[in-house]
């Protein structure tokens, strides 16, 4: 027997409203996600600004970044008075002119976590941009006297914190950025770069903090100049031969995590803290070859 047409006609209104209600159900779950989507993407976008901020605030308070060209270590003054009373973890304050690098650096004694997951202010790292904070390894002594001495910092994806030493990776961008400037209690470092290491995560023995001889010292050294990335311009290899002390600068390589950046450099110039800060240096600048003399330097403070 046939439908009726009025049967038919039901039938196919039925069908239409299980298919409206079906696409408006598809619209609002949708449009659901869509909202968590921008909300956690806003989100993130919040954590990068405000950990970036946070870390702004701290330079306004203790450092003032030099203007112009013409910069001389004596002229580089950190508040480090404020920098302990927001933690008095600070062993030093980094500096690469023509990048973002301009933080403070922590240090605790035999731990390389701690600092991955909590920032300068102490804060710990939540869902989002976890800062963590600019360290010098748990392996080195706080008073950078060690023959290798190893700085980390997370790579950031907006390019904040070590990030730009990731790019040092190309010599162009290397031989721009020679200068690096650490600023400790007991003087001013100006360092000179030599080098870029690209390696896995296991490799542990290129942070060894001091070596058993110095033909020992001198063959790490050699290496890190013949294994280098870069090609350094002009080469400093003479003055890295003769170098007693180096420091590492060190990121992830921002693929897979698994492989690390690490920059080299040796001692240029040193300026003792009694300098700082002060018209009187000019002439007096120390050129610094041998660990002793560094701890003459900030014994020499304290008197």
């Given at each position: 027997?046939?439908?009726?047409?009025?049967?038919?006609?039901?039938?196919?209104?039925?069908?239409?409203?299980?298919?409206?209600?079906?696409?408006?159900?598809?619209?609002?779950?949708?449009?659901?996600?869509?909202?968590?989507?921008?909300?956690?993407?806003?989100?993130?976008?919040?954590?990068?600004?405000?950990?970036?901020?946070?870390?702004?605030?701290?330079?306004?308070?203790?450092?003032?970044?030099?203007?112009?060209?013409?910069?001389?270590?004596?002229?580089?003054?950190?508040?480090?008075?404020?920098?302990?009373?927001?933690?008095?973890?600070?062993?030093?304050?980094?500096?690469?002119?023509?990048?973002?690098?301009?933080?403070?650096?922590?240090?605790?004694?035999?731990?390389?976590?701690?600092?991955?997951?909590?920032?300068?202010?102490?804060?710990?790292?939540?869902?989002?941009?976890?800062?963590?904070?600019?360290?010098?390894?748990?392996?080195n002594n706080?008073?950078?006297?060690?023959?290798?001495?190893?700085?980390?910092?997370?790579?950031?994806?907006?390019?904040?914190?070590?990030?730009?030493?990731?790019?040092?990776?190309?010599?162009?961008?290397?031989?721009?950025?020679?200068?690096?400037?650490?600023?400790?209690?007991?003087?001013?470092?100006?360092?000179?770069?030599?080098?870029?290491?690209?390696?896995?995560?296991?490799?542990?023995?290129?942070?060894?903090?001091?070596?058993?001889?110095?033909?020992?010292?001198?063959?790490?050294?050699?290496?890190?100049?013949?294994n280098s990335?870069?090609?350094?311009?002009?080469?400093?290899?003479?003055?890295?031969?003769?170098?007693?002390?180096?420091?590492?600068?060190?990121?992830?390589?921002?693929?897979?995590?698994?492989?690390?950046?690490?920059?080299?450099?040796?001692?240029?110039?040193?300026?003792?803290?009694?300098?700082?800060?002060?018209?009187?240096?000019?002439?007096?600048?120390?050129?610094?070859?041998?660990?002793?003399?560094?701890?003459?330097?900030?014994?020499e403070r304290?008197?």
């Open positions: 027997m046939a439908e009726s047409p009025a049967s038919t006609a039901e039938e196919k209104k039925k069908k239409k409203k299980k298919g409206g209600l079906l696409w408006r159900l598809i619209f609002w779950l949708a449009l659901i996600v869509l909202i968590g989507s921008l909300g956690t993407l806003g989100y993130l976008f919040y954590t990068y600004w405000q950990g970036q901020n946070d870390y702004d605030q701290i330079a306004e308070r203790a450092f003032a970044e030099p203007e112009g060209d013409d910069i001389t270590l004596a002229d580089l003054v950190v508040d480090w008075d404020a920098l302990r009373d927001i933690n008095p973890d600070v062993v030093a304050w980094v500096y690469v002119p023509g990048t973002v690098i301009n933080y403070p650096v922590a240090h605790k004694d035999g731990d390389s976590e701690y600092y991955l997951h909590h920032n300068f202010s102490l804060g710990e790292g939540r869902f989002g941009a976890e800062y963590g904070s600019i360290m010098l390894s748990g392996e706080g008073d950078f006297s060690d023959e290798v001495n190893i700085l980390y910092g997370h790579h950031m994806r907006n390019g904040s914190m070590f990030a730009p030493f990731a790019e040092f990776r190309e010599s162009d961008v290397f031989n721009k950025h020679r200068t690096i400037y650490l600023l400790t209690p007991d003087g001013n470092y100006r360092l000179q770069t030599f080098a870029v290491e690209h390696v896995p995560m296991t490799h542990a023995s290129i942070a060894t903090p001091n070596y058993a001889t110095d033909a020992e010292f001198a063959e790490f050294k050699q290496w890190l100049i013949e990335v870069v090609t350094a311009d002009p080469d400093t290899s003479d003055t890295v031969a003769d170098a007693t002390k180096l420091f590492g600068f060190c990121t992830c390589d921002g693929a897979d995590n698994t492989w690390r950046y690490i920059t080299f450099a040796d001692v240029a110039e040193f300026v003792p803290a009694k300098y700082v800060g002060t018209d009187d240096y000019e002439g007096k600048r120390v050129k610094e070859k041998t660990v002793d003399k560094i701890a003459d330097a900030a014994e304290t008197e």
